[in-house]
């Protein structure tokens, strides 16, 4: 057993975030794993850009609420407990509520040598997009 040294957090960069963000690498694998895993909190209103991840991603909402969608999907509104799937190369976004903080849990993984990139950034969200109608995981079957 082997307790891992954990990097400072960071501050996710203008140009894949809107808003403050700031993440802390909780596992990152080195081959022959290629799991990852970030604890990331957003402040009321900031989301990531557009972007997909080439074999996909799972968050976990640990706290407030998350807006997240799919190019051309729901806007959907996940709360604290909800588990989301995005599967490989699906164009996505998420992000805080414009009125209370949000950290999920983010988990992917790198495709590895020779597999396509580990994620691909796009985009900024635009506001009608952040701001639209939205569904809630409290009413979905």
Known sequence: ME???QPPTGKGPADLFAGDVWFDVIYRGEEPSRARANMVKFAPGARTAW???GLGQTLYIVEGIALMQSRGGDLLEA???DVVHTPPCEEHWHGAAPDQFMIHLALWEN????GG???TWLEHVADDEYNGPRVSTRVRP
Do not use: A
């Open 111 to 114: 495709p590895g040598p020779g």
């Open 117 to 119: 990139p580990e994620n």
């Open 79 to 81: 709360h604290p407990g």
């Open 3 to 5: 307790l891992l040294k």
């Open 51 to 53: 972007h997909s991840h």
